[in-house]
């Protein structure tokens, strides 16, 4: 992923000092391929560089987060990035 993260970055011409969600120590240790950044972190330095995170799931996985999400919408329970992740079947 970091080589991706350097990949998009240098495409579009941006600085690491010009991302400034992340920071240039943060952007130069998870292009390296530092294994303990935080994943927070990273998903918001992927949403700053425009790349989206698709995530290939097994089709019973995908049955059972419809129901989850039925029953979160039903109850009023919401995560905290509701409606922003996909998953391709």
């Known amino acids: 992923m970091g080589l991706l993260i350097r990949a998009a970055r240098k ?3 941006v600085r690491m000092d010009d991302l400034p969600m992340a920071g240039p120590v943060f952007v ?3 292009e390296r391929g530092k294994e303990t950044a935080q994943i927070g972190r990273v998903l918001r330095l992927l949403d700053e ?3 989206r995170l698709v995530a ?3 089709d019973n996985v995908e049955a059972v987060l419809d129901r989850i999400r039925q029953e979160d919408a039903a109850s ?3 995560p ?3 409606g922003k ?3 391709k079947a």
């Open 11 to 13: 495409a579009g011409k």
């Open 28 to 30: 130069r240790h998870v």
């Open 49 to 51: 560089l425009g790349i």
């Open 56 to 58: 290939d799931v097994p």
């Open 76 to 78: 009023g329970t919401s």
């Open 80 to 82: 905290a990035r509701k």
């Open 85 to 87: 992740s996909k998953s």
